[in-house]
């Protein structure tokens, strides 16, 4: 055999990158196991005990819980797109939109149907409310509307995941309609989130939303309950300047609000970055700055037991509250911020 030249010169080279290859793996994996307990060590050091002694009552808790059951209830098999349980749980959202004198804002009246491969008569539900400053951009409030429908016979209902949402977006809408916003808000209840957020990335590849038209998103997803009574909001990572305002929020309202689970694997090891895991991503990847609230996942999450009386009804009014003390905030923040320049 005839080793060529160039491998003989440089030999100390390659044992050299070899042996690095073989350190490199374990070097690694402990490397990440450090990040994801610092990370811990951090989301614990920035837990509060409780948020203030008291929360806001603006919203009708009665009302969302009438309509968080009525959309888990097992009439609805689970709102699965386009079976008789999401299409009913769809024209549902339409006649509250309806009824509150939102505007259009879909393709088709209220809905924005879109196609993917494996889900069928699909379609997003879009609301418009004009704020008080034409000039201003939209906000997109968003939750998604849909579940997993059944499996092996059993229903999967989906009361937490995402009926709360989408109870609470009502809500927000109602809010809203008496106490006009500065921003035009687009109530979007979304669909096939539980297909990879196809609704939501809907929005923008068909060209249905522009990107630039929009100053950002809130999403709610899961907020009715949780074994460590805690309220995630993700995505101050990606956009610092949510912090101070989170921190507002947190004044006025009980709920101990986490900000975490945004952070990439170099940053925050194994510990779950939720960037992409409900439809804010959608919002994301286009640019669109957003906050996500939301629980962790329960025992209960993405099972048949997902039920509307496992509802922790007063920690539900208390995240719903937070998550409007927010949208309230930035759409005061945002008017200035645009204003200014
Ligand atoms: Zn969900």
Same mark, same amino acid.
């Given at each position: 055999?005839?080793?060529?030249?160039w491998i003989r010169r440089y030999w100390p080279l390659w044992v050299v990158i070899i042996v690095a290859v073989i350190l490199w793996w374990p070097g690694r994996a402990m490397y990440l196991d450090v990040l994801t307990e610092r990370e811990a060590a951090r989301i614990a050091a920035i837990t509060p005990d409780q948020g203030a002694e008291s929360t806001p009552e603006r919203l009708d808790i009665e009302r969302m819980m009438d309509d968080l059951t009525w959309l888990a209830a097992p009439e609805r098999m689970g709102r699965f797109p386009g079976s008789e349980g999401g299409l009913a749980a769809r024209e549902f959202i339409e006649t509250q939109f309806t009824e509150l004198g939102l505007l259009p804002a879909g393709s088709e009246g209220? $809905?924005?149907?879109? !196609?993917h491969e494996g889900v069928d008569n699909a379609a997003n539900v879009l609301g418009m409310l004009p704020g008080r400053d034409p000039s201003l951009r939209t906000i997109v409030i968003s939750a998604h509307y849909d579940h997993l429908g059944v499996k092996n016979g059993d229903i999967y209902h989906g009361a937490d995941d995402n009926a709360s949402g989408t109870a609470a977006l009502l809500e927000y809408a109602r809010y809203f309609t008496e106490n006009q916003p500065?921003?035009?808000?687009?109530?979007?209840?979304?669909d096939s989130e539980e297909h990879g957020l196809l609704g939501a990335h809907a929005l923008f590849n068909t060209g249905h939303l522009t990107p630039s038209d929009?100053?950002?998103?809130?999403?709610?997803?899961? $907020?009715?309950?949780? !074994?460590?009574q805690l309220l995630f909001a993700v995505g101050t990572y990606h956009h610092p300047w949510l912090v101070p305002l989170v921190r507002r929020v947190q004044q006025e309202?009980?709920?101990?609000?986490?900000?975490?689970h945004d952070r990439p694997k170099w940053k925050a090891g194994h510990t779950e970055d939720w960037t992409m895991s409900s439809d804010h991503g959608a919002?994301?990847?286009?640019g669109i700055p957003f906050i996500y609230f939301g629980v962790a996942d329960h025992p209960d999450y993405h099972s048949p037991r997902?039920?509307?009386?496992k509802v922790d009804v007063e920690f539900y009014r208390i995240t719903s509250e937070a998550?409007?003390?927010f949208i309230k905030l930035i759409d005061q923040v945002l008017q200035e911020k645009i204003a200014t320049h």
């Open positions: 055999m005839n080793t060529p030249s209220f $809905l924005h149907p879109f !196609t500065n921003h035009t808000l687009l109530f979007a209840a979304l929009i100053a950002f998103n809130v999403n709610v997803d899961m $907020l009715s309950r949780d !074994t460590d309202n009980e709920a101990r609000i986490v900000m975490a919002f994301h990847r286009v997902d039920t509307a009386d998550a409007l003390s």
